[in-house]
T-cell receptor, first 114, second 110 residues
Framework: AAGVIQSPRHLIKEKRETATLKCYPI?????VYWYQQGPGQDPQFLIS???????DKGSIPDRFSAQQFSDYHSELNMSSLELGDSALYFC?????????????FGPGTRLLVL | QKEVEQDPGPLSVPEGAIVSLNCTYS??????FMWYRQYSRKGPELLMY????GNKEDGRFTAQVDKSSKYISLFIRDSQPSDSATYLC??????????FGTGTSLTVIP
């Protein structure tokens, strides 16, 4: 079965640079969530989108923005990167027509800021 | 205080043992309870999903929810070395945001 796809899988940036992470949800899933997971930490919710509209907002820094496109894929844009942004960034998707509370996670993008 | 508390372990058991993983929570509005398994450098994989109180069984895995005690458990029977991973509990109210435990690291020794 198709899963959530994230790209790139690994990314190295320098401080103050920008990064764009992409997420392609499971087909027919209309809701996308972004999480940040630091080393040894649990995933921290950043932001979510339903039908291209922001549906919930967590601990997303002002330097980050995200959007969901008409094909339901989502992009997380990160600017003025800081060393502390180094983490695993997960995207998850769910279907409002199914069991919405079951979120399926992608493999993650590992971001390293030097 | 975190919304969800989970003992990080590490937990080490011999192959074939029964494993018990637990989480407690403080928000009585939580209705949806999930267990995820995460292998190193991989995304969390949904294992079990339970709505409200009760038990749910799937093969060697059993999830229990006790809303009166704000306590959830995951039991793994006949544990295998391939079960070695970090297990994350997650829960939510009727909305989008999930709250995760910190994860319990499990090693099953052959």
């Amino acid at each position: 079965a198709a899963g959530v796809i994230q790209s790139p899988r690994h990314l190295i940036k320098e401080k103050r640079e920008t990064a764009t992470l992409k997420c392609y949800p499971i087909p027919r899933h209309d809701t996308v969530y972004w999480y940040q997971q630091g080393p040894g930490q649990d995933p921290q919710f950043l932001i979510s989108f339903y039908e291209k509209m922001q549906s919930d907002k967590g601990s997303i820094p002002d330097r980050f923005s995200a959007q969901q496109f008409s094909d339901y894929h989502s992009e997380l844009n990160m600017s003025s990167l800081e060393l502390g942004d180094s983490a695993l960034y997960f995207c998850a998707s769910s279907s409002s027509g199914g069991v919405q509370e079951t979120q399926y996670f992608g493999p993650g993008t590992r971001l390293l800021v030097l | 205080q975190k919304e969800v508390e989970q003992d990080p372990g590490p937990l080490s058991v011999p192959e074939g043992a029964i494993v018990s993983l637990n989480c407690t929570y403080s928000n009585s509005a939580f209705q949806y309870f999930m267990w995820y398994r995460q292998y190193s450098r991989k995304g969390p994989e949904l294992l079990m999903y339970t709505y409200s109180s009760g038990n749910k069984e799937d093969g060697r895995f059993t999830a229990q929810v006790d809303k009166s005690s704000k306590y959830i458990s995951l039991f793994i029977r006949d544990s295998q070395p391939s079960d070695s991973a970090t297990y994350l509990c997650a829960m939510s109210a009727a909305g989008n945001q999930f709250y995760f435990g910190t994860g319990t690291s499990l090693t099953v020794i052959p």
